[in-house]
């Protein structure tokens, strides 16, 4: 008899132990609870222990009710797309940021004073004058051509013109006319030339001044009791 006592004993610490022990779980699992702040699309708070809709966004909160974590709403598609956009103009920024230092890099290395940009300028205006001046001759010859088909022309009168002669003819005229459109583009070519010299001296000095600055700056930081001079800005890239 004395033997069931102590089983049933034992039973009774057992239960009494397991209801204890899940009696400790209760606050644990309240503690591991979460709750999150969100305001709806009416202006109204909410307080849950659900995380809120990720369109809306919201304030994760600790058990005292004060902010841990902010989560942002996921981005709407007007969003998405301005952001691409904006990730778009910046490669496009960084390529053109790349090209120009090409360019001024180039331009250092390809000249050491302004007096040889004045003459690269020079050699290539003398180059397309002489262009000019070789379709300007031709010209003067195909005119006289001209002058003297249209003089075989009149001579016919009513009559029907030979085909060699209107192939004469059509053949001077085509001639005319290219080499017309030839001499206006050399033209053109003069004044970009030009532009575009006056622009690389101009950069080239603004590029000289910089390196000079900087030279002057680093020097001076050198010498003892000197404060660290400030770097030259950057000259702005041409357009």
Known sequence: MSGRKAISRQRIRTAAWVAAAALAAVPCAAQAQKLYKWTDENGVVHYTDKAPDATRGGTQLDKQGRPMRKIEPAPTAEQLRVREAELERQKVLEKEREIVERRDKALLSSYTTESEIDLARARAVTTV???????????????????????????????????????????????????????????????????????????????????????????????????????????????
């Open 129 to 239: 004058e002489s262009q000019i001046a070789s379709a300007q001759a031709y010209l003067t010859q195909l005119t006289k051509r001209r002058s003297d088909i249209e003089g075989r022309k009149r001579a016919f009168k009513d009559k029907p013109l030979p085909p060699a002669l209107e192939r004469d003819s059509e053949n001077v005229e085509a001639e005319y006319a290219k080499n017309s459109d030839l001499v206006a583009q050399k033209q053109r070519d003069l004044v970009t030339i030009t532009a575009r010299y006056d622009a690389d001296k101009t950069r080239w000095r603004e590029l000289k001044a910089i390196q000079e600055a900087n030279a002057a700056a680093a020097a001076a930081s050198n010498r003892p009791g000197t404060a660290p001079a400030a770097p030259a800005p950057t000259a702005a890239p041409r357009k």
